[in-house]
């Protein structure tokens, strides 16, 4: 039996009795984001979206759930553990509360941040445009930490490792932040520290400049002292600066046990992974693989 399309059953919410219109105003989803859906040239990822089509307000006709426009979206473990985790973080990480590297810079210019806490920024200060953008730009961080998160999450359930969630959104290690820790409780590693870098062209058009800062994120790592039952993944979006990091393995000033991730935020999936140091090369520890 051919399985149901998402876009057959958001074509099913909608109904007969609405226009597209009408169901994108119930539902508070772009008009021309539903038409891509049920015309199938477009699958979201953010299960927020399969959520906004069935709430009460948008009255799905058909009984049509969420769950299966999930199931439909993608039957993987992955898909399903790791989005369900992705959501988590993102409501446990509130980066709207935290300043992005463009909005530092931002608030930087403008004299009104200047330290490491938390500043009151007054939007009147801000232009509408610039507000609009790093707006935009930390949505697009949040959405990338937290979906990434939560698929890193599911593969390692997905590979039997138990684990403790020690800090999510953001601890200092040795003067390095980092974004996820957690602790492994069935693994000769028994640390796990995460690191995101999303590199938008909005924020880098160059990619020299986005591969520059993703080495420099790496090469902080200098400062955190290597162990042997620790592990520590840098996650990027930018093709470049992930084979730019592949191309120094070996050759980092960092001697732990260190990997870099390439994920894909659109398709909600890892791609590549690379081992780039090891604490000791002659004898690495059991490497934890993603992929």
Known sequence: MKQISVGELVKQAKGQDRSLREYARDSGVDA???SKIINGTYIPKKPGIYEALTSLQAAPR??????????????????????????????RTALADIPSSVMIKVLQARGIYSDGGRTEVSVAAMKPEELKRIQRLQSETQRFTATANGIILGRLGGKG??????????????????DTCLKLMNHEVSEYLIRYAF?????YPSPALARNTLRSMVEELVFLKPR????VSVVTNHPGAYEDLCACKDRLSFHGELSVLLFDLERATLLKEEYLSHYRAEIPVSEIHLI
């Open 228 to 231: 042997r039952d620790r592990i």
């Open 62 to 91: 058909g009984r049509v759930t969420a769950q299966q426009l999930i199931a439909a979206a993608g039957t993987s473990e992955d898909y399903q553990s790791g989005m369900s985790a992705g959501m988590s973080v993102g409501i």
């Open 32 to 34: 021309a984001i539903l």
């Open 199 to 203: 590199l938008s062209e909005e924020e």
């Open 161 to 178: 490792l138990a684990f403790q969630l020690v800090h999510m959104g953001g601890a200092e290690i040795d003067g390095i932040r980092f």
